[in-house]
């Protein structure tokens, strides 16, 4: 608890708008009910076969590398508790975002995947949604929490990749 906070308090968070799995998801199901009513398809058979499998593939490696980066560092991947330390090697020496780069990755491999046009386009609007209504909030958070050291980060390292 820090000095501003009283017993009964909820604990400082980057008080982001919904759980960004949460947030994938909505715009994954928008996407394929668009495709069930305006179908859109647009990949080859190779990117469907291999393309969008491969992009699938990796993107959950590099969120399950990301989270065990932030076990190892003993802090939480859910931005709705507090944050205990600042995770910046690894993949994130890389990017300060890797997971929502890989959710980002995902969608494109879903899209070639599920040959869905729609999934594709909604890919804008979720890194929309992720940065104004996720990234922008846990980086003020994170400065607020950390001062120099993560201001110090941000210099290093950009937001996405």
């Given at each position: 608890m820090d000095e501003n906070?009283?017993?009964?308090?909820?604990?400082?968070?980057?008080?982001?708008?919904?759980?960004?799995?949460?947030?994938?998801l909505v715009f994954i199901v928008l996407g394929a009910v668009l495709e069930i009513f305006v179908p859109r398809p647009f990949?080859?058979?190779w990117a469907q076969t291999y393309l969008g499998p491969a992009l699938v593939v990796g993107a959950v490696a590099v969120a399950i590398i990301a989270e065990r980066q932030f076990k190892r560092a003993g802090t939480s991947v859910k931005p709705w508790v507090p944050t205990t330390a600042i995770v910046t090697t690894g993949l994130f020496s890389v990017s300060r975002n890797p997971m929502y780069a890989a959710m980002v990755v995902l969608l494109f491999g879903l899209a070639f995947a599920g040959n869905t046009l729609?999934?594709?386009?909604a890919t804008?609007?979720?890194?929309?949604?992720?940065?104004?209504?996720?990234?922008?909030?846990?980086?003020?958070?994170?400065?607020?929490?950390?001062?120099?050291?993560?201001?110090?980060?941000?210099v290093r390292v950009r937001r996405w990749i």
């Amino acid at each position: 608890m820090d000095e501003n906070q009283q017993p009964g308090d909820a604990p400082d968070t980057a008080g982001v708008i919904l759980p960004p799995p949460v947030i994938l998801l909505v715009f994954i199901v928008l996407g394929a009910v668009l495709e069930i009513f305006v179908p859109r398809p647009f990949a080859s058979d190779w990117a469907q076969t291999y393309l969008g499998p491969a992009l699938v593939v990796g993107a959950v490696a590099v969120a399950i590398i990301a989270e065990r980066q932030f076990k190892r560092a003993g802090t939480s991947v859910k931005p709705w508790v507090p944050t205990t330390a600042i995770v910046t090697t690894g993949l994130f020496s890389v990017s300060r975002n890797p997971m929502y780069a890989a959710m980002v990755v995902l969608l494109f491999g879903l899209a070639f995947a599920g040959n869905t046009l729609w999934i594709l386009t909604a890919t804008v609007g979720f890194v929309g949604v992720m940065h104004y209504g996720v990234i922008l909030r846990e980086e003020a958070y994170l400065e607020r929490l950390f001062g120099a050291a993560y201001t110090d980060y941000k210099v290093r390292v950009r937001r996405w990749i």
